[in-house]
RNA sequence: GCCUGGGUAGCUCAGUCGGUAGAGCAACGCACUCGUAAUGCGUAGGUCGUGAGUUCGAUUCUCAUCCCAGGCUCCA
């Protein structure tokens, strides 16, 4: 038998038997890699363990501790999941089943329009296991489209995907499912599943121990409302067991970290039905936090120069005619009020009442830029399904500010702002950051091509002088303008999307803005939008989060918690409770009535930064016992110490956040 | 808006194959006066989300509606 000789990643060669596959190798170079590999890249190309290898092939096996091997554990997993459903619901058309982020979906369409109940869940669960355990392989073959289209002919998605990616106009959204083109792939389990994929998949079901089916939901078919819906499952799947329960583990962290839980447990807000969907009422827990954040806000952007404003939550719908809001998001406002003069709205953005401020008067190029900023109750229409704690509410406030330039300060403009973002953002305790870039969306946009241009230059540039990477979102704009999105990463890695600067050349021109230039001429001015917390609620429920509900000294809505050993000591805890209160230290004390392990379990539950406990030494000595959150417990503290530390602490993370 | 699941005491939940409900924690009372994450005993608390229908009788079954959860779609 002839050899051939491959190239590893790290280039060194190794010859194999002729007609050796990709197996074939990982098993030369180590058993425990045999073991581990679930594909392999070709010459660039990720295919399946047994393609035969060329003489000369570049070849890197994937195993399945990497990223790309865990995608093909999933997508194989979906697999399986179809099986199991085409074996209990006989009949079921399938569509796609793609790997995702940590898991894998598959959308079916279930015969007389039939859904998935919970229960359904254990029972294809189980049976996606006995498919496991038979230990079938994924054999791959190739076929062209129309012998593809008789193969499926009894799936019609399958079909549909086949027609489309065969069409001459196929659009990139299928290729993932079966390539592109004339060589349609599908891969075999046994004698009755056959799915269409694309690939690899690992080598056999055996390989694909350690996955949970999660939930069910409706999907669309294609994503598009008007299509019909489909029933979704969705699962994950991990290389390993210890894999699988750590990011099981990890969901359960997210939501013990759930702001909707903290928000009830801290009593910090609600959200009473009796108010409707969407709509929340702050606690006074919960509203001392958000005026710390806003005092804090308000106080940078005075510092910033930004020059404040107050606008009404209704205006009359010309004004929404003007800036545009009713031409292309009429449907997410609220519904019109007939009045005796005409038609009103509650407002969806501050803008077009900026600019109203802006084109009270004449202006001079010498007051440019001008900065106006409101912490302003907006109201939008969200959709029912849509809503999501603070997250997706439909009464919010935004940290709004409408900034007017001339052209040449735009680029500037632009670069302090990145500044402020981070540094306000920093403040809250993010430190890892990522930008997108918007562009302009084809089907839903105002003004002209070249203005676009202009604004989306301006945006970029400012981003490139920052030095900053960042990724393009391309029609994910406003339709006004382009935007720069900053996302942060939270405590436990989650990304959330919270500032926004957006140029726009549109509204100027709308409301028919001016300034009187060094020329004495009339010129256009340029307009930012820009949010930093972006919506205070949000920002909040991101916050609050992130933290585990454990704010920091400085945002916490008790701050510290004195505790008297017994009652002879409640005179003593009430001096300290007023010395401490005395330099606004926000402070409460509960006297002895329960036994003192129980109360100090209450405030730890509460996440109360300090608990101070003081018993005779404490009277005697005018000391307390400080027991901090997260920490070691210090008695015989005079008091005044405490006093110092704890106002140094306040205001250097204060001070800090002032200048970060 | 669409799909699935849910709404029982302040919170977390159990329960009723149709005969008006129970636990733990919290609250309140009494005893205990306690040195760093749950002292003991007792009391009170619910027209079982809301409205209608079926029924001798509905928290339970049916319908509508509101709200909540997870997705889909949407998010200026």
């Given at each position: 038998m002839t050899a051939i000789s491959v190239v590893l990643p790290d280039g060194s060669t190794r010859e194999l038997d002729d007609g050796a596959t990709a197996f074939d190798l990982a098993s030369s170079i180590g058993s425990g890699l045999a073991k581990a590999a679930v594909a392999a890249v070709v010459d660039g190309s990720l295919v399946d363990l047994s393609t035969t290898l060329h003489d000369n092939a570049l070849v890197s096996i994937i195993t399945s501790t990497s990223d790309e091997g865990r995608h093909v554990l999933r997508h194989s997993t979906a697999h399986v999941l179809a099986q199991a459903v085409t074996r209990l619901f006989p009949g079921a058309k399938f569509s796609v089943g793609p790997a995702i982020e940590n898991g894998f979906y598959y959308d079916f369409d279930l015969p007389g329009g039939a859904t998935f109940s919970a229960d359904d869940l254990d029972a294809i669960e189980s049976e996606m296991r006995r498919i496991v355990d038979e230990d079938q392989p994924f054999i791959r073959s190739e076929m062209t489209p129309s012998e593809a289209l008789a193969l499926f002919a009894d799936q019609p998605y399958k079909c549909e995907i086949i027609q489309r990616v065969t069409?001459?106009?196929?659009?990139?959204?299928d290729a993932g499912e079966v390539?592109?083109?004339d060589v349609i792939s599908a891969y075999r389990n046994c004698d009755d599943f056959v799915d269409m994929c694309v690939g690899p998949h690992v080598?056999?079901?055996?390989?694909?121990?350690h996955f949970a089916l999660q939930r069910t939901s409706g999907a669309y078919w294609r994503g598009s409302e008007q299509a019909r819906m489909l029933q979704r499952i969705y699962g994950t799947a991990w290389e390993s067991k210890a894999a699988l329960q750590a990011h099981l583990q990890q969901l359960e962290e997210a939501a013990k970290r759930d702001h909707r839980r903290l928000a009830t447990e801290l009593d910090l807000l609600s959200f009473p039905s009796e108010i409707g969907g969407g709509l929340a009422i702050w606690h006074p827990r919960g509203a001392i936090v958000r005026r710390i954040m806003e005092d804090y806000s308000r106080s940078r952007h005075e510092r910033g120069g930004y020059q404040f404003v107050f606008t009404p939550h209704l205006a009359n719908g010309k004004l929404f005619a003007t800036s545009g809001h009713l031409d292309y998001y009429a449907d997410g406002m609220y519904p019109p009020m007939e009045m005796d003069n005409g038609t009103y709205y509650m407002k969806p953005m501050n803008c077009p009442m900026h600019c109203l401020v802006y084109g009270s008067r004449q202006r001079s190029y010498?007051?440019?830029p001008i900065r106006l900023f409101e912490l302003g109750n907006v109201y939008r229409y969200e959709r029912a399904g849509t809503l999501?704690?603070?997250?997706?509410?439909r009464g919010f406030t935004q940290d709004d500010s409408h900034i007017f330039c001339r052209e040449d300060q735009l680029a500037d403009e632009v670069a302090s702002l990145l500044d402020f973002v981070l540094s306000v953002l920093r403040a809250f305790g993010f430190d890892e950051f990522t930008f997108n870039l918007s562009t302009k969306d084809p089907e839903k946009y105002v003004g002209s091509d070249e203005i676009w241009e202009k604004a989306t230059d301006a945006l970029r540039t400012a981003l490139d002088r920052h030095g900053l990477t960042y990724g393009v979102k391309d029609g994910d704009a406003a339709f006004y303008g382009p935007k720069i999105d900053i996302d942060v990463r939270d405590a436990i890695g989650r990304s959330w999307q919270l500032s926004t600067i957006q140029a726009d050349f549109n509204n100027p021109e709308r409301f028919d803005l001016e300034y009187i230039g060094a020329d004495n001429a009339r010129h256009r001015p340029i307009m930012l939008h820009r949010a930093l917390f972006g919506s205070i609620e949000r920002f909040f429920g991101v916050l609050l989060e992130h933290y585990a509900g454990a704010f920091p000294t400085w945002l916490a809505p008790v701050q510290v918690r004195v505790l008297p050993?017994?009652?002879?000591?409640e005179t003593y805890a009430r001096h300290v409770v007023e010395m401490l209160a005395e330099k606004n230290i926000r402070v409460d004390s509960v006297d002895a009535g329960d036994a003192l392990g129980k109360r100090i379990r209450a405030a730890k539950l509460e996440k109360i930064p300090y608990v101070l406990v003081v018993g005779d030494d404490d009277v005697a000595a005018s000391t307390v016992g400080v027991n901090p959150r997260g920490g070691d417990v210090d008695r015989d503290v005079p008091l005044a110490d405490f006093m110092q530390s704890i106002l140094a602490e306040i205001t250097e993370a204060t001070a800090k956040a002032m200048t970060a």
């Open positions: 069409a001459a106009d196929g659009d990139s959204l390539g592109s083109g080598p056999s079901t055996s390989r694909l121990q010498r007051e440019l999501h704690g603070l997250m997706r509410i050993v017994s009652a002879a000591h």
